[in-house]
T-cell receptor, first 112, second 113 residues
Framework: GNSVTQMEGPVTLSEEAFLTINCTYT??????LFWYVQYPGEGLQLLLK?????DKGSNKGFEATYRKETTSFHLEKGSVQVSDSAVYFC???????????FGEGTQLTVNP | EAEVAQSPRYKITEKSQAVAFWCDPI?????LYWYRQILGQGPELLVQ????????DSQLPKDRFSAERLKGVDSTLKIQPAELGDSAMYLC???????????FGPGTRLTVL
């Protein structure tokens, strides 16, 4: 099965609500972890990353902490905006080599 | 800001025809990736190049798909013959090396009729 599991969507929130999108992974060793965002009609953009346990990646108000003990990398934002509406992908890097394995993606819609 | 370029952005073809997609990575990026993203799913790696060499094509359907990066810069992905199930977004990404961070192009959306 897939080695990256994301919270099922879609997720619909009101503006300024708190966001959590869950992501768990399976791996041997300590892979790098990523969140990518895909706006409608566009390619993927790197949102944030963490390369070792307990690292916190952050960007544009989004945060995710690399939790080795729970093999998780949940994405959070304290106050979402309409412009955050997009599909969010959690990804795991290989411990050898550089390929990425992606989760299924979570569609986020933020209403005014 | 340097970007990964892909063309065409959209392609409609009939089954059994041949199609080709082009990717120009960010200058200086040695590693180039082709992914396929089926609607509603995450991208899946098809092939990875390091310079002009293929380092991972384990998920590439080699009976119909081929990829090349002859001079270690731009790359072409070809499908011949196309099948209905090949309809998807084809994403190209590039990176500096083995730190996993990849930069994605806008993709080519393929529709096979």
């Amino acid at each position: 099965g897939n080695s990256v599991t994301q919270m099922e969507g879609p997720v619909t929130l009101s503006e300024e609500a708190f966001l959590t999108i869950n992501c768990t992974y399976t791996a041997t060793g300590y892979p790098s972890l990523f969140w990518y965002v895909q706006y409608p009609g566009e390619g993927l953009q790197l949102l944030l990353k963490a390369t070792k346990a307990d690292d916190k990646g952050s960007n544009k108000g989004f945060e995710a902490t690399y939790r080795k003990e729970t093999t998780s990398f949940h994405l959070e934002k304290g106050s979402v905006q309409v412009s955050d509406s997009a599909v969010y992908f959690c990804a795991r890097g290989e411990t050898s080599g550089s390929r990425l394995t992606f989760g299924e993606g979570t569609q986020l819609t933020v209403n005014p | 800001e340097a970007e990964v370029a892909q063309s065409p952005r959209y392609k409609i073809t009939e089954k059994s025809q041949a199609v080709a997609f082009w990717c120009d990575p960010i200058s200086g990026h040695a590693t180039l990736y082709w992914y396929r993203q089926i609607l509603g799913q995450g991208p899946e790696l098809l092939v990875q190049f390091q310079d002009e060499s293929v380092v991972d094509d384990s998920q590439l359907p080699k009976d119909r798909f081929s990829a090349e990066r002859l001079k270690g810069v731009d790359s072409t992905l070809k499908i011949q013959p196309a099948e209905l199930g090949d309809s998807a977004m084809y994403l190209c990404a590039s990176g500096r090396g083995l730190n996993n961070e990849q930069f994605f192009g806008p993709g080519t959306r393929l529709t096979v009729l």
